[in-house]
């Protein structure tokens, strides 16, 4: 069965800084019409920071839409034309105040649902310090944890936002912890 749905027309109900609001009319594949609602967004980079010694670097921060302070690895937008690698490096640094060698962990899609947002995972080793910038309006606590404890952390359901949970995962099943 072809399962591809065929924009008819693309209708702008917001257009914001960081992300616009969408209700497009589209083709179903058995040629009915409906409408699909979602958030356009450029996409993220995040970035799962393990040192030498085995501990992983969180940020933590309060995320407004859930009401509480959240343990995340450290992320951020896109700039417009920016690799996300550029904004793997720019964001460990801004936020954690660390600098290492990073390298592509994986490609996760959030919430296909409703965003379009490509959320690109790094990895950073050989860890260094640096100064940390935070942009204006940004406020965290760094945390630097064993990385059994951020593994236990997802299991148990304290970690939840799916970016970290997803690095962390993957780190622990490719490195056989």
Known sequence: MDLIEKEVRKN???KGKILNLRADDV????????????????????????DDEGYVYL??????????????IPAGKLEVG?????TAFRELSEETGLIGEIEPFGLLYPTPGYTNEPLYVFKAT????????????????????PFADALQMVM????????????ILRYARLNDI
């Open 82 to 86: 920016e690799e996300p690698i550029v």
């Open 156 to 167: 148990d359901g304290v970690i939840r936002d799916a970016k970290t949970a997803y690095a």
């Open 126 to 145: 050989k860890l260094k310090k640096d100064v940390q910038r935070l942009d204006d309006g940004e406020f965290l606590d760094v945390i630097r944890i």
């Open 59 to 72: 940020v933590k921060q309060y995320r407004y839409a859930y009401r509480e302070a959240i343990l995340e």
């Open 27 to 50: 083709m179903l594949p058995d040629g009915s019409l409906s409408t699909r609602e979602y958030v356009e967004h450029r996409g993220g980079a995040s970035v799962l920071a393990v």
């Open 12 to 14: 702008y109900i917001y």
